[in-house]
Protein backbone atom coordinates (compact mmCIF):
# COMPACT_ATOMS: atom_id res chain seq x y z
CA UNK A 1 0.00 0.00 0.00
CA UNK A 2 1.25 3.37 -0.92
CA UNK A 3 2.36 5.31 2.12
CA UNK A 4 0.74 9.11 1.01
CA UNK A 5 -2.77 7.69 1.15
CA UNK A 6 -1.86 7.12 5.23
CA UNK A 7 0.11 10.16 4.92
CA UNK A 8 -3.38 12.50 3.70
CA UNK A 9 -5.32 10.97 6.07
CA UNK A 10 -3.28 12.63 8.78
CA UNK A 11 -3.06 15.58 7.29
CA UNK A 12 -6.44 16.35 6.85
CA UNK A 13 -7.32 15.02 10.73
CA UNK A 14 -4.33 17.84 11.49
CA UNK A 15 -6.63 20.07 9.23
CA UNK A 16 -9.69 19.49 11.45
CA UNK A 17 -7.17 19.56 14.89
CA UNK A 18 -5.53 23.05 13.38
CA UNK A 19 -8.70 24.26 12.66
CA UNK A 20 -10.46 23.17 16.29
CA UNK A 21 -7.50 24.86 17.99
CA UNK A 22 -7.85 28.11 15.97
CA UNK A 23 -11.25 28.51 17.14
CA UNK A 24 -10.35 27.61 20.26
CA UNK A 25 -8.47 30.82 20.40
CA UNK A 26 -10.94 32.91 18.55
CA UNK A 27 -12.06 34.46 22.20
CA UNK A 28 -8.77 35.36 23.50
CA UNK A 29 -7.80 37.03 20.27
CA UNK A 30 -10.44 36.81 16.51
CA UNK A 31 -8.31 36.63 13.51
CA UNK A 32 -9.36 38.29 10.22
CA UNK A 33 -10.80 35.27 9.37
CA UNK A 34 -14.07 35.09 10.37
CA UNK A 35 -15.45 32.46 12.87
CA UNK A 36 -18.04 30.86 10.28
CA UNK A 37 -15.45 29.93 7.89
CA UNK A 38 -13.20 28.13 10.37
CA UNK A 39 -16.81 26.28 11.40
CA UNK A 40 -17.44 25.34 7.73
CA UNK A 41 -14.12 24.37 7.19
CA UNK A 42 -13.67 22.29 10.37
CA UNK A 43 -16.78 20.50 9.95
CA UNK A 44 -16.48 19.60 6.30
CA UNK A 45 -12.97 18.43 6.49
CA UNK A 46 -13.61 16.52 9.03
CA UNK A 47 -16.34 14.30 7.19
CA UNK A 48 -15.43 14.72 4.17
CA UNK A 49 -11.57 14.21 4.65
CA UNK A 50 -10.49 12.67 7.56
CA UNK A 51 -13.19 10.41 7.81
CA UNK A 52 -13.69 10.04 4.56
CA UNK A 53 -10.40 8.96 3.92
CA UNK A 54 -9.67 6.90 6.88
CA UNK A 55 -12.79 4.59 6.07
CA UNK A 56 -11.35 4.14 2.65
CA UNK A 57 -7.75 3.98 3.46
CA UNK A 58 -8.92 0.66 5.72
CA UNK A 59 -10.80 -0.45 3.02
CA UNK A 60 -8.08 -0.33 0.58
CA UNK A 61 -5.75 -1.60 3.26
CA UNK A 62 -7.81 -5.20 3.61
CA UNK A 63 -8.16 -5.43 0.16
CA UNK A 64 -5.15 -4.20 -1.62
CA UNK A 65 -3.88 -7.12 -2.95
CA UNK A 66 -6.45 -8.08 -4.48
CA UNK A 67 -7.02 -4.76 -6.55
CA UNK A 68 -6.64 -5.55 -9.82
CA UNK A 69 -6.16 -1.70 -11.45
CA UNK A 70 -4.49 -0.16 -8.55
CA UNK A 71 -4.11 2.69 -11.36
CA UNK A 72 -7.63 3.45 -10.93
CA UNK A 73 -7.39 3.53 -7.17
CA UNK A 74 -4.49 5.98 -7.53
CA UNK A 75 -6.73 8.32 -9.94
CA UNK A 76 -9.95 7.95 -7.60
CA UNK A 77 -7.74 8.96 -4.18
CA UNK A 78 -6.06 11.94 -5.64
CA UNK A 79 -8.77 13.01 -6.88
CA UNK A 80 -10.54 12.84 -3.17
CA UNK A 81 -7.39 14.84 -2.15
CA UNK A 82 -7.44 17.29 -4.77
CA UNK A 83 -11.17 18.23 -4.03
CA UNK A 84 -10.78 18.03 -0.47
CA UNK A 85 -8.22 20.79 0.19
CA UNK A 86 -9.29 22.70 -2.84
CA UNK A 87 -13.06 22.51 -0.47
CA UNK A 88 -11.13 23.26 2.86
CA UNK A 89 -9.23 26.23 1.41
CA UNK A 90 -12.42 27.64 0.04
CA UNK A 91 -14.50 27.24 3.10
CA UNK A 92 -11.63 29.04 4.80
CA UNK A 93 -11.06 32.04 2.28
CA UNK A 94 -14.97 33.02 1.44
CA UNK A 95 -17.11 30.86 3.80
CA UNK A 96 -20.38 29.31 2.96
CA UNK A 97 -20.25 30.44 -1.04
CA UNK A 98 -19.58 29.73 -4.98
CA UNK A 99 -16.61 28.06 -4.97
CA UNK A 100 -16.81 25.97 -1.58
CA UNK A 101 -20.32 24.49 -2.67
CA UNK A 102 -18.84 23.82 -6.13
CA UNK A 103 -16.23 21.88 -4.35
CA UNK A 104 -18.28 19.91 -1.60
CA UNK A 105 -20.64 19.49 -4.55
CA UNK A 106 -17.83 17.84 -6.59
CA UNK A 107 -17.08 16.12 -3.11
CA UNK A 108 -20.59 14.14 -3.11
CA UNK A 109 -19.81 13.12 -7.01
CA UNK A 110 -16.89 11.28 -6.02
CA UNK A 111 -18.41 10.19 -2.91
CA UNK A 112 -21.16 8.20 -5.33
CA UNK A 113 -17.60 7.00 -7.39
CA UNK A 114 -16.08 5.79 -4.17
CA UNK A 115 -19.23 4.01 -3.36
CA UNK A 116 -19.37 2.09 -6.68
CA UNK A 117 -15.82 1.28 -6.54
CA UNK A 118 -16.65 -0.19 -2.55
CA UNK A 119 -19.56 -2.14 -3.87
CA UNK A 120 -17.85 -3.68 -6.82
CA UNK A 121 -14.56 -4.24 -5.36
CA UNK A 122 -16.67 -6.09 -2.33
CA UNK A 123 -18.90 -8.03 -4.83
CA UNK A 124 -15.43 -9.56 -6.56
CA UNK A 125 -13.98 -10.38 -2.97
CA UNK A 126 -13.93 -13.64 -0.68
CA UNK A 127 -12.75 -11.25 2.64
CA UNK A 128 -16.04 -10.21 2.79
CA UNK A 129 -18.70 -12.26 5.41
CA UNK A 130 -22.45 -11.90 4.44
CA UNK A 131 -22.33 -10.27 7.86
CA UNK A 132 -19.59 -7.96 7.40
CA UNK A 133 -20.89 -7.26 3.32
CA UNK A 134 -24.66 -6.62 4.67
CA UNK A 135 -23.12 -3.60 7.09
CA UNK A 136 -21.02 -2.18 4.57
CA UNK A 137 -23.50 -2.20 1.86
CA UNK A 138 -25.73 -0.67 4.28
CA UNK A 139 -23.36 2.15 5.00
CA UNK A 140 -23.10 2.82 1.36
CA UNK A 141 -26.94 2.83 0.96
CA UNK A 142 -27.26 5.92 3.90
CA UNK A 143 -23.73 7.46 2.11
CA UNK A 144 -26.25 8.01 -0.41
CA UNK A 145 -29.35 9.24 0.89
CA UNK A 146 -27.17 11.89 3.09
CA UNK A 147 -26.36 13.43 -0.24
CA UNK A 148 -29.56 14.27 -0.70
CA UNK A 149 -28.63 16.70 2.37
CA UNK A 150 -26.31 18.95 0.68
CA UNK A 151 -28.57 18.96 -2.70
CA UNK A 152 -32.04 20.15 -0.74
CA UNK A 153 -29.29 23.10 0.87
CA UNK A 154 -28.51 24.53 -2.33
CA UNK A 155 -31.92 24.33 -3.23
CA UNK A 156 -33.55 26.12 0.07
CA UNK A 157 -30.87 28.56 0.17
CA UNK A 158 -31.61 29.65 -3.33
CA UNK A 159 -35.00 29.76 -2.15
CA UNK A 160 -33.73 32.47 0.74
CA UNK A 161 -34.49 30.68 3.22
CA UNK A 162 -31.63 30.08 4.99
CA UNK A 163 -33.12 31.24 8.69
CA UNK A 164 -35.80 29.00 8.40
CA UNK A 165 -35.92 25.80 10.11
CA UNK A 166 -36.38 23.85 6.97
CA UNK A 167 -32.24 24.74 6.71
CA UNK A 168 -31.53 23.43 9.89
CA UNK A 169 -32.87 20.14 9.59
CA UNK A 170 -31.87 19.35 6.36
CA UNK A 171 -28.15 19.90 8.14
CA UNK A 172 -29.31 17.62 10.33
CA UNK A 173 -30.53 15.30 8.09
CA UNK A 174 -27.12 14.79 6.46
CA UNK A 175 -25.37 15.02 9.49
CA UNK A 176 -27.89 11.41 10.89
CA UNK A 177 -27.60 9.54 7.63
CA UNK A 178 -23.67 10.25 7.74
CA UNK A 179 -22.56 9.41 11.10
CA UNK A 180 -25.31 7.29 12.69
CA UNK A 181 -25.31 5.49 8.99
CA UNK A 182 -22.37 5.79 6.71
CA UNK A 183 -19.57 5.84 9.52
CA UNK A 184 -21.27 3.57 12.11
CA UNK A 185 -22.02 0.44 9.71
CA UNK A 186 -19.46 0.98 7.71
CA UNK A 187 -17.03 0.81 10.70
CA UNK A 188 -18.76 -1.94 11.82
CA UNK A 189 -18.37 -3.73 8.87
CA UNK A 190 -14.98 -3.40 8.23
CA UNK A 191 -14.45 -4.72 11.88
CA UNK A 192 -16.33 -7.65 11.82
CA UNK A 193 -13.90 -8.11 8.22
CA UNK A 194 -10.48 -7.80 10.43
CA UNK A 195 -11.35 -10.19 13.13
CA UNK A 196 -13.11 -12.68 10.98
CA UNK A 197 -9.93 -12.52 9.30
CA UNK A 198 -8.13 -14.01 12.30
CA UNK A 199 -10.88 -16.46 12.36
CA UNK A 200 -12.68 -15.00 15.19
CA UNK A 201 -15.57 -15.58 15.66
CA UNK A 202 -19.00 -13.66 16.05
CA UNK A 203 -22.38 -14.33 16.61
CA UNK A 204 -23.80 -13.74 12.96
CA UNK A 205 -27.02 -14.43 13.34
CA UNK A 206 -27.38 -11.98 16.10
CA UNK A 207 -25.62 -9.53 13.80
CA UNK A 208 -27.61 -9.56 10.87
CA UNK A 209 -30.82 -9.39 13.08
CA UNK A 210 -29.57 -6.13 15.14
CA UNK A 211 -28.11 -4.61 11.50
CA UNK A 212 -31.99 -5.01 9.85
CA UNK A 213 -33.19 -3.59 13.39
CA UNK A 214 -30.59 -0.69 12.93
CA UNK A 215 -31.28 0.27 9.48
CA UNK A 216 -35.00 0.21 9.52
CA UNK A 217 -35.05 2.51 12.39
CA UNK A 218 -32.38 4.99 11.22
CA UNK A 219 -34.99 6.12 9.32
CA UNK A 220 -37.47 7.36 12.01
CA UNK A 221 -34.18 7.75 14.60
CA UNK A 222 -34.00 11.46 12.06
CA UNK A 223 -36.85 12.65 13.49
CA UNK A 224 -35.10 12.40 17.00
CA UNK A 225 -32.33 14.91 15.54
CA UNK A 226 -35.32 17.66 15.15
CA UNK A 227 -37.15 17.36 18.16
CA UNK A 228 -36.67 20.69 18.95
CA UNK A 229 -38.86 21.72 16.09
CA UNK A 230 -42.87 21.11 17.14
CA UNK A 231 -43.74 18.27 14.51
CA UNK A 232 -46.39 17.25 17.02
CA UNK A 233 -47.44 14.14 18.99
CA UNK A 234 -47.26 11.31 15.72
CA UNK A 235 -43.72 12.31 15.01
CA UNK A 236 -42.53 12.67 18.72
CA UNK A 237 -43.93 8.54 18.69
CA UNK A 238 -42.01 7.63 15.88
CA UNK A 239 -38.91 9.32 16.78
CA UNK A 240 -38.94 7.03 19.78
CA UNK A 241 -39.66 4.18 18.01
CA UNK A 242 -36.38 5.10 16.13
CA UNK A 243 -34.56 5.73 18.89
CA UNK A 244 -35.80 2.37 20.93
CA UNK A 245 -34.95 0.45 17.51
CA UNK A 246 -31.32 2.06 17.23
CA UNK A 247 -30.81 1.58 21.15
CA UNK A 248 -31.74 -2.33 20.88
CA UNK A 249 -29.94 -2.89 17.72
CA UNK A 250 -26.44 -1.22 19.73
CA UNK A 251 -27.41 -3.74 22.37
CA UNK A 252 -27.76 -6.66 20.35
CA UNK A 253 -24.27 -5.75 17.93
CA UNK A 254 -22.61 -5.13 21.43
CA UNK A 255 -24.00 -8.48 22.66
CA UNK A 256 -22.82 -10.42 19.78
CA UNK A 257 -19.65 -9.30 20.37
CA UNK A 258 -19.55 -10.80 23.55
CA UNK A 259 -16.65 -13.41 24.25
CA UNK A 260 -14.23 -12.31 21.79
CA UNK A 261 -12.23 -10.40 24.16
CA UNK A 262 -9.72 -13.00 24.99
CA UNK A 263 -9.22 -13.76 21.06
CA UNK A 264 -8.75 -10.37 20.33
CA UNK A 265 -6.03 -10.54 23.41
CA UNK A 266 -4.12 -12.82 21.77
CA UNK A 267 -3.93 -11.59 18.06
CA UNK A 268 -3.61 -7.97 18.78
CA UNK A 269 -2.80 -7.27 22.47
CA UNK A 270 -4.42 -5.38 25.48
CA UNK A 271 -4.21 -2.03 24.72
CA UNK A 272 -5.99 -2.99 20.96
CA UNK A 273 -8.68 -5.29 23.70
CA UNK A 274 -9.20 -2.24 26.27
CA UNK A 275 -8.96 0.27 23.23
CA UNK A 276 -12.22 -1.81 21.57
CA UNK A 277 -13.72 -2.28 24.59
CA UNK A 278 -13.79 1.54 24.87
CA UNK A 279 -15.16 2.17 21.66
CA UNK A 280 -18.22 0.07 22.13
CA UNK A 281 -18.73 1.58 26.05
CA UNK A 282 -19.17 5.45 23.97
CA UNK A 283 -21.25 3.91 21.34
CA UNK A 284 -23.63 2.40 24.26
CA UNK A 285 -23.48 5.59 25.83
CA UNK A 286 -24.23 7.62 23.26
CA UNK A 287 -27.62 5.48 22.41
CA UNK A 288 -28.47 5.86 25.88
CA UNK A 289 -28.11 9.32 26.19
CA UNK A 290 -30.16 9.41 23.29
CA UNK A 291 -32.71 7.33 24.26
CA UNK A 292 -32.78 9.70 27.75
CA UNK A 293 -34.10 12.22 25.63
CA UNK A 294 -37.36 11.10 24.72
CA UNK A 295 -38.03 12.61 28.11
CA UNK A 296 -40.58 14.87 26.80
CA UNK A 297 -38.79 18.42 27.31
CA UNK A 298 -35.22 17.38 27.28
CA UNK A 299 -34.38 17.47 23.80
CA UNK A 300 -35.47 21.27 23.16
CA UNK A 301 -33.23 21.29 26.43
CA UNK A 302 -30.38 19.91 24.84
CA UNK A 303 -30.88 21.64 21.32
CA UNK A 304 -30.38 24.94 22.79
CA UNK A 305 -27.26 24.04 24.48
CA UNK A 306 -24.87 24.97 22.54
CA UNK A 307 -21.56 23.46 24.40
CA UNK A 308 -24.38 20.18 25.32
CA UNK A 309 -25.07 19.75 21.41
CA UNK A 310 -21.45 20.63 20.95
CA UNK A 311 -20.08 18.19 23.54
CA UNK A 312 -22.24 15.33 21.86
CA UNK A 313 -21.13 15.66 18.83
CA UNK A 314 -17.55 14.97 19.91
CA UNK A 315 -18.60 12.37 21.99
CA UNK A 316 -19.75 10.86 18.93
CA UNK A 317 -17.40 11.58 16.63
CA UNK A 318 -13.78 12.45 18.16
CA UNK A 319 -14.51 10.01 20.60
CA UNK A 320 -16.60 6.97 18.90
CA UNK A 321 -15.32 7.58 15.00
CA UNK A 322 -12.11 8.82 15.39
CA UNK A 323 -10.84 6.26 18.26
CA UNK A 324 -12.74 3.46 16.16
CA UNK A 325 -10.33 4.62 12.75
CA UNK A 326 -7.49 4.72 15.04
CA UNK A 327 -7.82 1.22 16.70
CA UNK A 328 -8.92 -0.52 13.33
CA UNK A 329 -5.72 1.09 11.71
CA UNK A 330 -3.88 -0.29 14.56
CA UNK A 331 -5.39 -3.57 14.14
CA UNK A 332 -5.02 -3.45 10.36
CA UNK A 333 -0.83 -2.91 11.39
CA UNK A 334 -0.75 0.90 9.47
CA UNK A 335 -0.14 1.92 12.94
CA UNK A 336 2.01 0.02 15.41
CA UNK A 337 1.68 -0.10 18.92
CA UNK A 338 4.80 1.81 19.42
CA UNK A 339 5.99 3.59 22.46
CA UNK A 340 5.59 7.24 20.99
CA UNK A 341 1.66 5.60 19.50
CA UNK A 342 0.34 4.74 22.91
CA UNK A 343 1.62 7.80 24.11
CA UNK A 344 0.01 10.02 21.41
CA UNK A 345 -2.86 8.08 22.08
CA UNK A 346 -2.96 8.72 25.74
CA UNK A 347 -2.48 12.27 25.03
CA UNK A 348 -5.70 12.51 22.28
CA UNK A 349 -7.58 10.55 25.28
CA UNK A 350 -7.00 12.93 27.87
CA UNK A 351 -7.32 15.98 25.55
CA UNK A 352 -10.96 14.08 24.36
CA UNK A 353 -12.07 13.43 28.39
CA UNK A 354 -11.26 16.93 29.26
CA UNK A 355 -13.21 18.11 26.19
CA UNK A 356 -16.31 16.47 27.13
CA UNK A 357 -16.38 17.15 30.97
CA UNK A 358 -15.84 20.75 30.60
CA UNK A 359 -18.63 21.40 27.53
CA UNK A 360 -20.93 18.64 29.53
CA UNK A 361 -20.29 20.44 32.69
CA UNK A 362 -20.89 24.35 31.31
CA UNK A 363 -24.19 22.90 29.71
CA UNK A 364 -25.21 21.53 33.41
CA UNK A 365 -24.44 24.86 34.61
CA UNK A 366 -26.13 26.96 32.34
CA UNK A 367 -29.74 24.71 32.78
CA UNK A 368 -28.74 25.07 36.94
CA UNK A 369 -28.15 28.98 36.09
CA UNK A 370 -24.75 28.53 38.20
CA UNK A 371 -22.12 30.92 37.32
CA UNK A 372 -19.89 29.20 34.38
CA UNK A 373 -17.20 26.59 34.92
CA UNK A 374 -13.84 28.43 36.19
CA UNK A 375 -11.22 28.62 33.55
CA UNK A 376 -13.22 26.94 30.93
CA UNK A 377 -12.15 29.03 27.71
CA UNK A 378 -8.56 28.20 28.61
CA UNK A 379 -9.76 24.33 29.40
CA UNK A 380 -11.19 24.27 26.05
CA UNK A 381 -7.99 25.33 24.02
CA UNK A 382 -5.89 23.13 26.54
CA UNK A 383 -7.73 20.18 25.35
CA UNK A 384 -7.46 20.93 21.47
CA UNK A 385 -4.22 21.29 22.08
CA UNK A 386 -3.85 18.13 23.64
CA UNK A 387 -5.94 16.51 20.79
CA UNK A 388 -3.45 18.08 18.57
CA UNK A 389 -0.33 16.98 20.14
CA UNK A 390 -2.13 13.74 20.19
CA UNK A 391 -3.17 13.38 16.53
CA UNK A 392 0.67 14.84 15.61
CA UNK A 393 2.12 11.84 17.73
CA UNK A 394 0.59 9.46 16.21
CA UNK A 395 1.56 10.87 12.70
CA UNK A 396 5.03 10.93 13.43
CA UNK A 397 5.07 7.01 14.58
CA UNK A 398 3.97 6.61 11.76
CA UNK A 399 6.08 8.02 10.09
CA UNK A 400 8.98 6.04 11.76
CA UNK A 401 7.02 2.60 11.27
CA UNK A 402 8.63 0.09 8.56
CA UNK A 403 5.14 -0.98 8.26
CA UNK A 404 3.17 0.06 5.42
C1 LIG B 1 -9.58 16.87 16.88
C2 LIG B 1 -9.94 17.84 17.65
C3 LIG B 1 -11.14 18.74 17.45
C4 LIG B 1 -11.27 19.98 17.97
C5 LIG B 1 -10.26 20.72 18.80
C6 LIG B 1 -12.57 20.47 17.58
C7 LIG B 1 -13.09 21.72 17.91
C8 LIG B 1 -14.31 22.21 17.50
C9 LIG B 1 -14.81 23.52 17.81
C10 LIG B 1 -14.07 24.57 18.61
C11 LIG B 1 -16.04 23.64 17.26
C12 LIG B 1 -16.94 24.86 17.31
C13 LIG B 1 -17.68 24.90 18.60
C14 LIG B 1 -18.62 26.08 18.71
O1 LIG B 1 -18.72 26.89 17.78
O2 LIG B 1 -19.28 26.16 19.76
C15 LIG B 1 -16.33 22.39 16.58
C16 LIG B 1 -17.50 22.11 15.90
C17 LIG B 1 -17.72 20.97 15.20
N1 LIG B 1 -16.84 19.92 15.03
FE1 LIG B 1 -15.03 19.71 15.91
N2 LIG B 1 -13.21 19.52 16.83
C18 LIG B 1 -12.36 18.43 16.72
C19 LIG B 1 -12.63 17.25 16.03
C20 LIG B 1 -13.72 17.02 15.27
C21 LIG B 1 -13.95 15.81 14.53
C22 LIG B 1 -13.00 14.62 14.47
C23 LIG B 1 -15.15 15.96 13.91
C24 LIG B 1 -15.87 15.03 12.99
C25 LIG B 1 -15.45 13.89 12.53
C26 LIG B 1 -15.68 17.26 14.27
C27 LIG B 1 -16.90 17.78 13.83
C28 LIG B 1 -17.43 18.99 14.23
C29 LIG B 1 -18.76 19.43 13.86
C30 LIG B 1 -19.76 18.69 12.98
C31 LIG B 1 -18.94 20.68 14.47
C32 LIG B 1 -20.17 21.55 14.42
C33 LIG B 1 -20.15 22.41 13.19
C34 LIG B 1 -21.31 23.35 13.13
O3 LIG B 1 -21.94 23.69 14.16
O4 LIG B 1 -21.59 23.80 12.01
N3 LIG B 1 -14.78 17.88 15.09
N4 LIG B 1 -15.26 21.54 16.74
Excluded at 40 to 57: C, M, Q, R
Excluded at 268 to 284: Q, T
Aim: charged residues 10%.
Amino acid sequence: MPKYITHFTFLFFAFVVGTGIWMRIYPFSPSRVPYDHLLHAHSHVAFLGWVFLGLLLIFLKITWTNIKSKKHVHFMIITVIIVTILMFFAYIYQGYDVFSIIMATLHIFVEYWVALFIYLQMKKSRLFSKTASLYIKGALIALVISSIGPFLLGFIAAKGLQDSYLFEMTIYFYLHFQYNGWFLLFLIGLFITIIQSKKIKVNELLMKRAFWLYLISLFPGYLHSVLWVDLGTAATIVSAIGVVGQWIAIICIVYALKGISPAISKHFGKFIKNSILFVLALLVIKHSLELGMIIPGLAGLVYDTRSVVIGYLHFTLLGFVSMFILVQLTMIQILSPSHLAIKGAWIFFLGFLLNEVLLFTQGLTEWLAFSSVPFYLEGLLLAAILLGIGVLYLWISYKNTKIV
